[in-house]
């Protein structure tokens, strides 16, 4: 592993006196039982990323370069191969050569070298090198909201094939995939009835993995909405425990109201919920809870703000591989936003792992020019063209900008800086599909799609008028 780490540590000086911008992250995680940092370098052609770390005890070290070559995206290194493919997101991460090439209806991909553990935090990327294996990914939108989705790798002496299907409609979602994961099998499927006026119906199997055991978790939820009030009901199943929950809500002005009961085989839990909005940044909520008997008072809030956002507040979560106790668990959870001058940010929050215990992380970030940093004439040059599609995003409650959210335009991705801002040049004045990558946010948080155009045309930077899209 010290080769690995050697290897990395010349290329971040090799590569950082040729850099336009370097972003440097380090942070620690109780999640990923890992702690460390590296660079993201921007190059005219290509990005590298360079990390060294501690996960699980061990020092690992990860690289890449990503660059584009006769239509095909290129990757060097370590990299993620998997794909979300019907309601799972699948993969492995490898270390070797990644092909991918991206049309307005498909997607192909294509890896070759060897299979690796994988260690990807919000701070730092490495992997451990196990067994030679080749992949292939293919991704088809067909007519009418159909898709079609295939996922192939050989690894070892184990295989996957796995083949999704999924439909997405104006009101109706369905997706499904099945076949052989690691040479067991594999399903999963979920259905969505949206965009009801009065009410929403959802069900779903899915497998999840944690340290490399399967955890099954079925769940099924109906919703009533009735103007300011809506009724909600769930059940829940895993491998070794099941649930039952219902509750109410209501807006009424300034107030939120919500209560919610969750039934097992190990007794019932009882919350309820009062939140006032105070201004578009402030957030009071108060939280009272029933267990076994036993009551419980508590209070959070959140603020949210330009240099600091901050919310505290109580959930009740499903935990899967609750044993012995009651699966529905009410837990703390704190998420803290510090945007410093200077392109620095600084982020921590809480996670509840599916075995029910608490976790944190803390991370930071920060750009700095390199020596290629150039001017204006040599920006546009090496950045894709004269002609450019801007735009902003912000969040519908409070109106201020989002960091991190994810925008595809035709084929590629950008992501908004700390004014919400984002941009894509382009050699022509073309018009482009534009979409939210959800999936793809590197923002905190659940967001959904308020507002967003489908489209946009690429025009002269003197000319271009931002397109505006709506998150919450």
């Known amino acids: 592993m ?27 995680s109780s999640i990923f039982s ?35 070559w006769r239509g095909w995206h290129v990757t060097i290194g370590d990299h993620p191969f998997g794909f979300p493919i019907g309601t799972t997101g699948l993969g492995i991460t490898t270390r070797g050569l990644t092909f991918e090439r991206r049309g307005d209806r498909q997607t192909l991909s294509v890896f070759v070298g060897t299979s690796a553990w994988g260690y990807y935090t919000p701070f730092f990327s490495s992997a451990e090198s ?6 292939l990914f293919y991704r088809r939108d067909l007519a009418k909201g159909w898709d079609f989705s295939s996922l192939d790798v050989i690894d070892g002496k184990k ?69 300011p009030i809506d009724f909600h009901a769930a059940v829940f199943a895993s491998n070794h425990v099941t649930g039952e929950s219902a509750g109410a809500g209501a807006r009424a002005g300034l107030f939120d109201f919500r209560a919610d009961y969750y039934q097992s085989h190990f007794g019932h839990n009882f919350t309820g919920q009062v939140t006032e909005r105070i201004g578009q940044r402030f957030q009071l909520a108060q939280f009272v809870s029933n267990s076994s008997g036993h009551w419980g008072v508590n209070y959070a809030g959140s603020w949210t703000g330009n240099l600091i956002s901050v919310a505290v507040g109580y959930q009740t979560f499903f935990v899967p591989l609750s044993i012995g106790r009651t699966p529905f668990q009410q837990a703390l959870t704190v998420q803290v936003s510090l945007q410093l001058p200077s392109g620095v940010s600084i982020h921590g929050e809480t996670s509840l792992t599916p075995d029910g215990r608490m976790r944190f992380s803390t991370y930071g970030s920060a750009f700095v020019q390199g020596p290629l940093a150039g001017g204006e004439q040599h920006q546009r040059q ?29 084929v590629e991705i950008v992501y908004t800086d700390s004014s919400g801002s984002f941009f894509l040049r382009q050699r022509r004045a073309k018009t482009l599909l534009v979409a939210v990558s959800l999936n793809d946010f590197v923002a905190p948080g659940t967001w959904r799609v308020v507002a967003a155009p489908d489209t946009a045309t690429a025009a002269l930077e003197s000319t271009a008028q931002p397109i505006s899209i709506v998150l919450e």
């Open 2 to 28: 010290w080769r690995a780490a050697l290897t990395a540590a010349l290329f971040l000086a090799a590569g950082a006196a040729r850099a336009q911008v370097i972003e440097l992250h380090g942070g620690d």
């Open 34 to 68: 890992a702690a460390g940092g590296g660079a993201t370098l921007y190059f005219p052609n290509s990005t590298a990323d360079i990390s060294l770390g501690v996960a699980s005890g061990h020092v690992v070290a990860g690289f890449s370069d990503q660059r584009e």
């Open 130 to 135: 196990k067994n030679f294996g080749v992949g």
């Open 159 to 227: 295989g996957t094939s796995l083949q999704g299907f999924g439909y997405h409609g104006n009101w109706l979602r369905v997706t499904g995939v099945g076949g052989l994961r690691e040479g067991s099998r594999f399903w999963g499927a979920q259905v969505d009835l949206q965009r009801l006026r009065f009410a929403s119906i959802s069900a779903a199997h899915q497998t999840y993995f944690l340290n490399g055991r399967g955890i099954t978790v079925d769940d099924a939820g109906a919703a009533l909405l009735a103007g």
């Open 382 to 410: 090496s950045l894709g063209g004269k002609y450019m599609i801007r735009g902003i995003v912000t969040d519908g409650k409070s109106g201020l900008p989002i960091e991190g959210a994810a925008i595809r335009i035709g």
